[in-house]
């Protein structure tokens, strides 16, 4: 019963202030019996790759509504791939139109959870990746 | 408001009827075992003179334009003149935004509301690393006075009142408009308009701080002052629930935190020696319309009462100006859904006559679309039209404070208002709302998190959502910013930049930096040093150095 408990990093790329998502699914990933860290705003790729590495963390999970994901997104990929975290698991959420999803998905990232989804689908996604 | 003798014949009446009540439940089993407002406040089934025994109605009503001004800050209203239909636009380039705002002047909108992209709001440059993805995206991107100029080609700025959504660097944008309006052959004291400038909302929530609290308040504060003296009409902050209440708060909390972020404000001009007649008729507000429909009409009645009660009361202002607090309102972005974005339309409607019945000044009504992206030009024309039908089809304009007098709406004002001075009892008694940033993100933060779990269990109906879902095909004809934006504007301000006097514009920063050491007025030195085309960049570059930045706790 000494199971692992899953580390998240729940992080805000980019220079946008709304984390009331952020801040949600992180408190539902908490109390659905996950380590959580959250980053707080203004976080560069360089940054969250670096605190992901730092916390050792299974999964690191974007938040983005400016619309700067197409950029960002793919480059926190990229970064956890060059310093050998490749297996960390990347999702997002945000204001995220439909039609850039491929791209994103085809960049490294996992799955992208749009308005409206339960917290429930979110916890579960996660507890189902990462046994 | 009722003689007792009424009073009594109703409480027996209601006696009598309750037990009858109690018998219909029985048969006809309510809907939920619990019904009440999203702030937390009971509903019950019915109100009466016997929720109001308490109250005198010259006290806590009066009447429209006067003290305490819950039935609204103007003796006629709408009557006349409507409220300022004033739609949020700007995206990508300054070329774009000036298209834009042109097309919606031609349709009817009566005045202007600036969106300004991240890195603006931010203080950055748009070549800045940290601007990288998200030039133009949100706003248009604004470095210097030259795309200002573009930004209000061919819009006179002596006849239109612009309202700007900018906070932390508002002083140096509201120094390019001055030099822009000047260029176009105005005065100072012909423009009119209204700049955010609400930076403790900011640390709050909504995250485009630069500076911490102490030179921030005295920016503001210079910015009070200046404006007091060169141009009066301007509204020199818009002090902000809206964001509090996109984040999560209810709307009791969106009342409190609000004002008592009013209170920080106004402390800070009267500590800086200013008179608060000579500021306060310029302070104006910003809330939110949610969904809660007659909950949003009772908030806008008691924020009016509350403003008036400190500004009198607490800060003694003399003047009746003083005491109004007008403000402008915006539906609730965060209403909006992704699934069935048509049924948008109507969210936006009913929370648009929520405003309007609470008597604001000034109305953005958000587009279908905004769950999914930028709105079009499509959706922000419906959205527009909604205003219309509110304001000239429905009659609701015809008279002051129509739901003013129900046992309901009153009732609910005063609970509004009551649990408002409790959350204003507990941050005054934290040292105000610079030293309660953290408490009153922890309080909206459980909100947010309450809000979403009633959603996730099915307490609160979302149309769309958890409730009525459909098979639907993606959307289309959504606004998309051209990636381009980014690469152009840069181009742009790399070739004005190397087009300036270097001399002329390094002698103006170092004013910058001398009078920021100093205890002068910036506004001044802002106005010089953007006339000379020095960037929004450089000048917060050198505040940056100059006062260091604001560090966000973690809260949630």
């Given at each position: 019963?000494s199971?692992?408990?899953?580390?998240?990093?729940?992080?805000?790329?980019g220079?946008?202030?709304?984390?009331?998502?952020?801040?949600?699914?992180?408190?539902?990933?908490?109390?659905?019996?996950?380590?959580?860290?959250?980053?707080?705003?203004?976080?560069?790729?360089?940054?969250?790759v670096?605190?992901?590495?730092?916390?050792?963390?299974?999964?690191?999970?974007?938040?983005?509504?400016?619309?700067?994901h197409?950029?960002?997104?793919?480059?926190?990929?990229?970064?956890?791939?060059?310093?050998g975290?490749?297996d960390?698991?990347?999702?997002?959420?945000?204001i995220?139109?439909?039609?850039?999803?491929?791209?994103?998905k085809?960049?490294?990232?996992?799955?992208?959870?749009?308005?409206?989804?339960?917290?429930?689908?979110?916890?579960?996604y996660?507890?189902?990746?990462?046994? | 408001?009722?003689?007792?003798?009424?009073?009594?014949?109703?409480?027996?009446?209601?006696?009598?009827?309750?037990?009858?009540?109690?018998?219909?439940?029985?048969k006809?089993?309510?809907?939920?075992?619990?019904?009440?407002?999203?702030?937390?406040i009971?509903i019950?089934?019915?109100?009466?003179?016997?929720?109001?025994?308490?109250?005198?109605?010259?006290?806590?009503?009066?009447?429209?334009?006067?003290?305490?001004?819950?039935?609204?800050?103007?003796?006629?209203?709408?009557?006349?003149?409507?409220?300022?239909?004033?739609?949020?636009?700007?995206?990508?380039?300054?070329?774009?935004?000036?298209?834009?705002?042109?097309?919606?002047?031609?349709?009817?909108?009566t005045?202007l509301?600036?969106?300004?992209?991240?890195?603006?709001?931010?203080?950055?440059?748009?070549?800045?690393?940290?601007?990288?993805?998200?030039?133009?995206?949100?706003?248009?991107?604004?470095?210097s006075?030259?795309?200002?100029?573009?930004?209000?080609?061919?819009i006179?700025?002596?006849k239109?009142?612009?309202?700007?959504?900018i906070?932390?660097?508002?002083?140096?944008?509201?120094?390019?408009?001055?030099?822009?309006?000047?260029?176009?052959?105005?005065?100072?004291?012909?423009i009119?308009?209204?700049?955010?400038?609400?930076?403790?909302?900011?640390?709050?929530?909504?995250?485009?701080?630069?500076?911490?609290?102490?030179?921030?308040?005295?920016?503001?504060?210079?910015?009070?002052?200046?404006?007091?003296?060169?141009?009066?009409?301007?509204?020199?902050?818009?002090?902000?629930?809206?964001?509090?209440?996109?984040?999560?708060?209810?709307?009791?909390?969106?009342?409190?935190?609000?004002l008592?972020?009013g209170?920080?404000?106004?402390?800070?001009?009267i500590?800086?020696?200013?008179?608060?007649?000579?500021?306060g008729?310029?302070?104006?507000?910003?809330f939110?319309?949610?969904?809660?429909?007659?909950e949003?009409?009772?908030?806008?009645?008691?924020?009016?009462?509350?403003?008036?009660?400190?500004?009198?009361?607490?800060?003694?202002?003399?003047?009746?100006?003083s005491?109004t607090?007008?403000?402008?309102?915006?539906?609730?972005g965060v209403?909006?859904?992704?699934q069935?974005?048509?049924?948008?339309?109507?969210?936006?409607?009913?929370?648009?006559?929520?405003?309007?019945?609470?008597?604001?000044?000034?109305?953005?009504?958000?587009?279908y679309?905004?769950?999914?992206?930028?709105?079009?030009?499509?959706s922000?024309?419906?959205?527009?039209?909604?205003?219309h039908?509110?304001?000239?089809?429905?009659?609701?304009?015809?008279?002051?404070?129509?739901?003013?007098?129900?046992?309901y709406?009153?009732?609910?004002t005063?609970?509004?208002?009551?649990?408002?001075?409790?959350?204003?009892a507990?941050?005054?008694?934290?040292?105000?709302?610079?030293?309660?940033?953290e408490y009153?993100?922890?309080?909206?933060?459980?909100?947010?998190?309450?809000?979403?779990?009633?959603?996730?269990?099915?307490?609160?109906?979302?149309?769309?959502?958890?409730?009525?879902?459909?098979?639907?095909?993606p959307?289309?004809?959504?606004?998309?910013?051209?990636?381009?934006?980014?690469?152009?504007?840069?181009?742009?301000?790399?070739?004005?930049?190397a087009?300036?006097?270097?001399?002329?514009?390094?002698?103006?920063?170092?004013?910058?930096?001398?009078?920021?050491?100093?205890?002068?007025?910036?506004?001044?030195?802002?106005?010089?040093?953007?006339?000379?085309?020095?960037?929004?960049?450089?000048?917060?570059?050198?505040?940056?150095?100059?006062?260091?930045?604001?560090?966000?706790?973690?809260?949630?």
């Amino acid at each position: 019963m000494s199971e692992k408990r899953i580390r998240v990093l729940v992080a805000k790329p980019g220079l946008d202030g709304h984390d009331r998502g952020a801040k949600v699914i992180a408190q539902a990933l908490r109390d659905g019996g996950m380590e959580v860290v959250y980053t707080g705003l203004r976080q560069t790729p360089e940054q969250i790759v670096s605190a992901a590495l730092q916390e050792d963390v299974d999964v690191v999970g974007m938040s983005i509504l400016s619309g700067a994901h197409a950029t960002l997104f793919p480059e926190v990929v990229n970064l956890l791939r060059a310093k050998g975290a490749g297996d960390v698991l990347v999702v997002g959420g945000g204001i995220i139109p439909e039609e850039d999803i491929p791209a994103l998905k085809a960049a490294g990232v996992a799955e992208i959870f749009g308005p409206g989804t339960p917290l429930a689908n979110v916890v579960n996604y996660i507890k189902d990746k990462i046994k | 408001m009722f003689k007792q003798d009424q009073l009594d014949k109703i409480a027996t009446k209601k006696e009598k009827w309750a037990a009858k009540l109690e018998e219909t439940v029985k048969k006809r089993p309510e809907r939920q075992a619990e019904f009440a407002v999203d702030s937390g406040i009971t509903i019950n089934t019915v109100y009466t003179p016997l929720d109001l025994a308490d109250r005198d109605y010259d006290k806590d009503l009066g009447l429209p334009g006067e003290y305490p001004f819950t039935r609204g800050v103007q003796p006629n209203l709408y009557r006349g003149r409507l409220w300022t239909m004033r739609q949020y636009a700007g995206f990508g380039s300054a070329e774009e935004t000036n298209q834009r705002f042109r097309y919606l002047l031609e349709q009817g909108q009566t005045g202007l509301s600036c969106a300004f992209d991240l890195p603006t709001q931010i203080g950055y440059d748009s070549d800045h690393p940290l601007a990288r993805g998200e030039v133009g995206k949100v706003g248009v991107a604004i470095d210097s006075l030259a795309d200002m100029e573009t930004l209000f080609n061919q819009i006179p700025l002596g006849k239109v009142s612009t309202s700007m959504t900018i906070n932390a660097p508002a002083g140096v944008l509201l120094a390019m408009y001055i030099a822009c309006a000047e260029k176009q052959g105005f005065k100072k004291s012909e423009i009119n308009g209204t700049i955010q400038n609400d930076v403790i909302k900011e640390y709050i929530c909504r995250g485009t701080y630069i500076l911490p609290p102490e030179p921030s308040m005295r920016l503001i504060s210079n910015i009070f002052e200046f404006c007091s003296k060169e141009i009066p009409q301007w509204n020199t902050i818009s002090i902000s629930g809206y964001h509090i209440r996109e984040a999560g708060a209810t709307a009791a909390q969106e009342i409190a935190f609000t004002l008592a972020d009013g209170i920080a404000y106004v402390d800070a001009a009267i500590k800086s020696g200013l008179d608060v007649d000579n500021f306060g008729p310029r302070l104006s507000f910003f809330f939110n319309a949610h969904l809660n429909f007659l909950e949003e009409v009772a908030k806008f009645r008691a924020a009016r009462r509350v403003w008036a009660k400190i500004m009198k009361e607490r800060f003694g202002a003399k003047s009746p100006r003083s005491w109004t607090l007008r403000f402008h309102t915006q539906t609730a972005g965060v209403s909006l859904t992704a699934q069935q974005p048509m049924v948008n339309i109507m969210r936006t409607a009913f929370e648009a006559l929520s405003a309007v019945l609470g008597g604001t000044q000034s109305l953005h009504t958000n587009s279908y679309d905004e769950a999914l992206a930028l709105p079009s030009d499509a959706s922000v024309m419906i959205a527009l039209r909604t205003q219309h039908v509110i304001g000239y089809e429905i009659g609701v304009c015809d008279l002051v404070d129509p739901l003013g007098g129900s046992y309901y709406i009153e009732s609910l004002t005063n609970s509004l208002e009551e649990k408002a001075l409790d959350y204003i009892a507990k941050i005054d008694a934290l040292g105000g709302a610079v030293k309660a940033i953290e408490y009153m993100q922890k309080e909206i933060h459980n909100s947010a998190y309450q809000y979403q779990l009633a959603i996730d269990n099915k307490k609160k109906t979302v149309i769309g959502v958890n409730r009525f879902q459909m098979e639907e095909a993606p959307p289309t004809g959504l606004l998309k910013v051209d990636l381009s934006v980014g690469d152009i504007q840069v181009a742009k301000l790399t070739k004005m930049k190397a087009g300036r006097d270097q001399a002329k514009v390094k002698a103006l920063l170092e004013k910058v930096r001398t009078t920021a050491m100093s205890e002068a007025n910036l506004m001044p030195v802002f106005i010089d040093a953007v006339k000379e085309y020095v960037t929004l960049g450089e000048i917060c570059g050198v505040l940056r150095e100059v006062f260091g930045e604001y560090k966000q706790q973690i809260v949630f």
